[in-house]
C-alpha cells in the first residue's frame, strides 16, 4: 500500500540525490565522475520509482471505479 508521505519523501530524497550529484559532477574537482554518477543514478531511480508509484495508484484507483460502475449497472434494483 502506497502512502502520501511515502511517496512524498521518496521524491523528496530522489531530488535530493540527483541535485547532489549535480553539484557532484559541476564542482567536485578530479573525482566528480566517482562521487557525482551514482548519487545522480540513484537519485533518478527514485524518481522514477516514485512517479511509477503514483501511476499504478491512479490506474488501480481506475480499475476500482469502473468495477464498481460495472457492478452498480449489474444489480437489479429492487422496487
Known sequence: MNTASGV??????????????????????????????PYLVIGLFLCYGAWRLGR????????EAAALEDEGESTPSVE
Open 8 to 37: 512524498f519523501f521518496t521524491w523528496l530524497l530522489g531530488l535530493i540525490f540527483v541535485v547532489g550529484g549535480i553539484v557532484f559532477l559541476i564542482f567536485l574537482g578530479d573525482n566528480n565522475l566517482l562521487f557525482g554518477l
Open 56 to 63: 499504478s495508484a491512479a490506474r488501480r484507483a481506475a480499475e
